[in-house]
């Protein structure tokens, strides 16, 4: 994950348009975690921006995952890595908008390949399925080599 | 940037604060210590980043994210700890102090487990804040672990 991605997105999370983001990943503040500076546009303006930080938790044997978003809230999830997929379940958000009550999220970045992923957000309401709400296809446009 | 309500009675924080302790935090000597305060990522949020050194030695860096949740009536902040473990801490403005409830560590360590918490920032004057924790075993009351004392740069 370390170094530049860029991605994009078109009619996705709700929106109508392309979204373009831009992420910076980095071993902040130490090795022991993963970070994400986060950017999304649409024609030239800032949507929103953002923080992510992952670490494993060794007590729970998981990831542990805090989305700070500019919106103003903090989503806390804990997620695991299967099939080259991070699957984080949202647990609570600090700051919860009255419009995200009562449904359940999930953020997921895919592997595609060292090179591209895709990064989304699941969601659903109760007793229903998780439907995806939004994907971004991102490339890797700087970074660390891949180590094999 | 102009923060958000009620993060602007917290203005006086942005900036950058350098300080130093002497013997606190379990700790033997002296530790200096500098923060870095920005609304980052947004006027909705208070980020804080710090280092702090012993013997010109890098000790620990921690980020940290304070935002007011409308839906509690409290702040809330997030630290995450160059050590591996992740601060969740609430907490209420009164007094000039800042202070915050951790009301669970995420990756906690062992030698934490069955001892409560309390971090805290005092505002001393408009150019000098402490920074400190305070420690509890099992029922008994909260005493002072360390504090830095840091002034405006």
Redesign the interface.
Known sequence: MVGKWKGTSKDQFGAKGTIETSYTYAL???E??I?C?YENRQEGKMVN???V?L??????GKF?W?D???????S?GVGEWKNDRLTVDIVSI???PDYFKGLRLRNFIQKSSDYEIVDGVETAKPGEEFRVLGRISARKVRGLSVAK | MLL?EPLKQLAFLLGEWRGNSQDQFGEKGVIESRYVFSP???E??I?E?AESWKEGKLVN???A?L?????TGKY?R?S???????N?EVGEWRDDKLLFDIVSI???PSFFKGVRWRSFIRKYAEAEIGSGLEVAKEEQPFRLYGETRARRV
């Open positions: 902040e503040p130490s022991r975690f970070s500076q921006r953002g923080a930080f670490m494993f938790d060794s007590n729970l542990v805090k700070v978003i500019s919106y103003g809230w903090i806390n600090d700051g919860e | 958000h980052d990522p947004s909705h949020f980020a980043r860096r921690s980020v994210y935002m007011f949740d409308r839906n809330v997030k995450f700890f160059s050590y591996g473990w992740i969740n995420d990756s906690e």
